[in-house]
């Protein structure tokens, strides 16, 4: 049973450019959620998708999308990038009517460095 | 305010000995769920343990149990026999039913080093 899956697991930008991230869920679940952690911090929520529809979406700026496909991957797109736009991308997946019961299954991130 | 505190940056403890990690949280919600994650320098956040609001009982899970005290929101993390494998960066979480979502609200972490 393949668990979430994100790739690339690395990625190097230049300041200004845009950049795509990808994430396949956990066989089963059809709900992703996106985090954004920065070095030593802890993860913050950016949004989730259901439905292929964005259902909540923290305190990230418009330059942050996303898209959620009839397969239930999803992606999650940044422009314009910013130094501080560095950090470790994890995607989660889950049920979406687990109520506060439902596990989070995460990917292994992926790693942006913008230059 | 921080919805999720985790007041030790980092902490040692020598092998096979106990650890207690600390996470106190803050909501008005009735109905909610602490989580305990753990994650290596890889990067993947591995799920540890998790206790509801409304569970009497301290949950367990093989060496790791939660010390729940709802009237002083704390939900530290009890590790017993610790081994080398447990160095690693712990983060407690807590999703509240009156997030639609369910999202995760993260504390900052604690990084934890095993002593051989």
């Known amino acids: ?115 | 305010a921080q919805k999720i505190t985790q007041t030790q940056p980092g902490m040692f403890v020598q092998e096979k000995e106990a650890v207690t990690l600390d996470c106190t949280y803050d909501t008005s919600d009735q109905s909610y769920g602490l989580f305990w994650y753990k994650q290596p320098s890889s990067g993947e956040m591995i799920f540890l343990i998790y206790q509801g609001s409304y569970d009497e009982q301290n949950a367990t899970e093989g060496r790791y149990s939660l010390n729940f005290q709802k009237a002083r929101k704390s939900a530290n993390l009890v590790i017993s026999a610790s081994q080398l494998g447990d160095s690693a960066m712990y983060f407690c979480a807590m999703r509240e039913e009156s997030s639609n979502t369910g999202k995760l609200i993260f504390g900052q972490g604690t990084t934890l080093q095993v002593k051989p």
């Open chain 1, 1 to 115: 049973d393949a668990g979430v899956t994100q790739s690339p697991t690395h990625l190097i930008k230049t300041r200004g450019q845009q950049v795509t991230l990808r994430c396949s869920p956990k066989s089963g679940h059809d709900t992703v959620s996106w985090y954004q952690q920065a070095l030593g911090q802890g993860p913050q929520f950016i949004f989730q998708y259901y439905e292929e529809e964005e259902r909540q979406r923290g305190n990230f700026p418009d330059r942050f999308s996303g898209h959620q496909f009839p397969n239930y991957s999803s992606e999650l797109n940044v422009n314009a990038l910013l130094l501080g736009d560095s950090a470790l991308y994890l995607c989660a997946s889950s049920f979406p009517t687990g109520g506060v019961t439902a596990e989070a299954f995460f990917g292994q991130g992926t790693r942006l460095t913008v230059v």
